[in-house]
């Protein structure tokens, strides 16, 4: 439409493996905001997660491209995966903000756990002016501890931050990682072309 600025979402993740939890939190907020795509961007080395323990990247992401291809909004991105060293959001949306027109608002969907760390990322202020953020309620979370996040964040940042209220989703990688170490089924957990590729490739075991 002309005249109207695209609305891009994110959601970001190690995504080892992608489960349930970020597809339906991600739809729900893609409804609610309007957004016109989301777009999955795994990480390729997470500065935040232990190296030896992650998943390889081009695995995650395959698992991402399988698992979003049954929605026409939902877009996997392959940015970080192909940087070579260490991966951080700042370059991720300075390289978006150059592939997308000049107009276009990001909206990157985060949950309650990362709420908590934001602060932790690299060149969070210039972070916050490239995007705006939807934050999520988490199972494990105290309302009252994210809720105090939010204000604090907003009393002393410049950072459009947007709570979403949506149903708790208590899945998370670590239970399903959990679950197929213990030879315990993930169906319905994971999208069932995720599920086939975890077993195809003999992961998490
Ligand atoms: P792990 O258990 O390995 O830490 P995870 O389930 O938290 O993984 P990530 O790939 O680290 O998954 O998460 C990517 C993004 O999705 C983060 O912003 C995270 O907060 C959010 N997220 C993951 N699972 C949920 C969920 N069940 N409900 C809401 N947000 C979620």
Redesign the pocket.
Known sequence: MEGKSLKVGI??????PI?M??LA?TELARCELNLDKVLFIPSGMPPHKDLNTVTSPIHRLNMVRCAVSGNPFFEAVDLEVERNGYTYTVDTLNELHKMYPEDTDFYY??????VMDLLTWKRTEEVFALTKFIA?M?AGYQDKAFIEQIKVLRQKFDIELIPFEAPL??????FIRERISKNQSVKYLVSDCVDAYIKENNLYR
């Open positions: 959601c970001g993740g190690t995504f080892d489960h939890g970020h939190i969907i985060i949950g309650a756990d990362v999520v988490r989703i208590e899945i998370s990688s670590t």
